[in-house]
């Protein structure tokens, strides 16, 4: 292995973990539980999972690695749901947003460096809409006049 393999290999790890950072940063700047670092690691541990399966084990199956954190991730999301009330649960979009800043350090971290700056760009894009358009808020009017018609 080269230097300029290595470099390569820890260019994954720095992309994963900023692009991770920048999600986290939109959940941060609006007050969830999960923010900029623990997005910005989330990221980096997958792309870091990734890169060892493919690099270190080859000719073993990294699918395997990658099944292992999606299950890893499964377990972190779950801590960040919470049900206060009877018909309140919240931290399913944090839960999600985990999920899926995982999976987006996995194609990184396995080179799939297009995939996951898209996916990350559209994840980025699809957290910040709420705060952006406030479209829940709009939703919640609107069953209020539904339901006062009523």
């Known amino acids: 292995m080269g230097w300029t393999f290595e470099l390569e290999l820890l260019l994954r790890l720095v992309l994963a973990a900023v692009v991770g950072y920048i999600i986290g940063l939109e959940r941060e700047l609006t007050g969830h539980q999960a923010g900029d670092r623990t997005f910005a690691l989330t990221s980096l541990g997958a792309a870091l999972f990734a890169v060892i399966s493919i690099e270190a ?3 073993g ?3 395997r690695i990658a099944a292992g954190v999606v299950t ?3 377990f972190l999301g779950a801590g960040t749901i919470l049900r206060r009330q ?3 649960v919240r931290g399913l979009t944090t839960a999600a947003g985990i999920w899926t800043v995982g999976a987006i350090g996995l194609a990184i971290g396995s080179g799939l460096y297009i995939i996951g700056i898209v996916a990350g760009i559209l994840t980025l894009v699809l957290l910040a809409s709420e705060s952006l ?3 829940d808020q709009r939703i ?3 069953r209020d006049r539904r339901n006062q018609k009523r």
Request: proline content about 6%.
């Open 72 to 74: 890893g991730l499964g």
């Open 57 to 59: 084990y080859r000719g």
């Open 61 to 63: 199956d990294p699918a």
């Open 140 to 142: 919640h009017a609107w």
């Open 86 to 88: 009877e018909h309140e």
């Open 133 to 135: 358009l406030h479209i």
